[in-house]
């Protein structure tokens, strides 16, 4: 594939026959590109619309698609849709087959929760067997993205920066606001070619108090930690065996029937932790793509809403003097009088009608329905 | 029955074998009494728990049993339950049936909604009829009504006085607020022997404008008019005869057949405005009991809240933070976070979710289902 090569650094110049966010009956992708797509994640403060079995992921919070469905369509191209492989639970996995019924083999299904640093080693074993050399992105399963074209244009820069030089590749988003639920990176040298695009990650800040937030984002120079990366298999491997012990060899080892037995002995820690923070060549791109976590209610209402406080709504509303509420209620009428920002999500069973700047406290519900043994509802 | 009698006022004492609240087992009253409960109103600020088959007074909003079981209950003693009438509509009927199975033919169903004063009409020529020279109590069904000692006293006191006097009895109610939404009574002159019990009526004046209501209740001697009343059934027929023609000729001489015809041609009027405010001679007895009309959800959630911000509960509720708030929800789990005063509803096709000071705008709700053809969540 044609591209411009600048310095030590290549990107990829979008085919000629590509058109803007159209995907080629026949994708074209690098022979050796995977995306792996994290969705094990069992959240709470999407209650009382996700449960256990239908945790965040696997909702169409957004639009008519999951959000699951919504990252795999993102990444074709630059990858093809036979190279896209999903990380889930056994919970959920029946679910993520209905969503993606094409997947076959390419599910893997994780026997626990261990957080990212085991499921990304077992994806990427998975790729080295399956593709000595490739590459693999890594994203989660649960975020919004706006601007596709860029999106695919930074995504296959990344892979590509991973490919030329070996490092770990991460997406850094410009902080907005001084957000404290994400996880900061310091940005460090540029990498010369890529006209500031990238550079070499000084370091990884942990999600800070709000005094810091505010602090770093004065100061400047930080981008926050998206969750995507891009590297070669084989060198996230070699990171984690260097750095995490008994991970990546005890899951090399296993074979279908010892996964559990496997995984009951993992480490529960993330793959920012466990690798990224430890490992010698890291490197950022800066993303040119809008990017939401969703963290909660309160981030689909802002995503969803319009302007003039007009209320985001799905299903049937009938709203008196209220405004700048989010209501999902896709069986129910739902009448609002005189309220302002509010979140109200309606389910057979239950209802949430929450402040919308409390959102995060929508896991208080979910403890207390645990502690009083209310498990039915979750 | 032994009473005390000064001047020309009668007040019943209390039979000395009927203790505090209890209700004999054959109940002894007055041979010429009647209760007319008037159960026909379709209001619509208790939707979406209230619908046109099930208006409030049909609800159980306070209790166990619905407000129109209470205010049956409440008036024996002093009058038997086989002198107890309600009039209702066409809509209600059977519902009122299988309330109150033992009404048999005492059951006055209205063709079409005419106010108060058709009503009270209809009912008085019943009684008049099958007991003539009976006095009748006319009661509304939708009220709450604390201290049921205190009522029943100043029931049998009222029918008393009616008894006595012939006058046009009318229970005022100590007024508490600047309330724009009830009529006022002017108090005059107290009736002697009844030691400020008893007054003659002054005046009635219309709902006032809030700057009015401060001013009636700054400056005093003004009740809240009830809604209930004491008087001979010939004697409110002589009334209505005398100033709202066309009224009581057409429903005397009307057959069951003929009920619908007469009812087409009434005039829509209250008793208030038709009789009470024309007649002459109009005493008000002042109540000694708690009393609230319960004209909104606000109200029920005040009935039923407890001390310090407490929330008022039916149903499930897990609340994170949250106080103030009514919730009635039979059937779903409700989460709260975050949210105060609120009045949250949840019917299995609608829910309400309203601030509590903003209630009596659910009628702007109704309005809107109707405008939008929404008719089948009325």
Redesign the interface.
Known sequence: MAGRVKGNVAFLAAPPNMAHGRRPAFPVSHPARYAVVIAGGSGTRF??RSRTRAPKQLLALLGARTMLQETVARVSPPIARDHVLVVTGRAQARAVRRQLPWLRERLLVEPEARNTAAAIALAALWVAEHAPGATMAVLPADHAIGDRRRFRRDLAAALALAERTGALVTIGIRPTHAETGYGYIRVGAALPGTRGRAARVAAFIEKPERARAEALLARGNVLWNSGIFAWRAETILDVLRRHLPDVVGPLARARARGLAAVYRRLPSISIDHGALERAERVVVVRASFPWSDVGSWAAVAALRAGANGRNAVRGRV?P??SRGCLVD?PE????????EN?V?V?T????????R???Q??R??VE??RR?G?GR?L
């Not at 129910?332 to 309220?339: C, E, K, Q, S, Y």
């Not at 057979?348 to 402040?355: E, F, N, Q, S, Y």
């Open positions: 209650w009382p009938v008196i003097d209620s129910r009428l739902v009448a609002l009088v005189g309220v509010l109200v309606d057979p069973d239950a209802v949430l009608v929450c402040r700047d409390r959102a406290d929508v208080l519900v207390q329905l009083r209310m509802y």
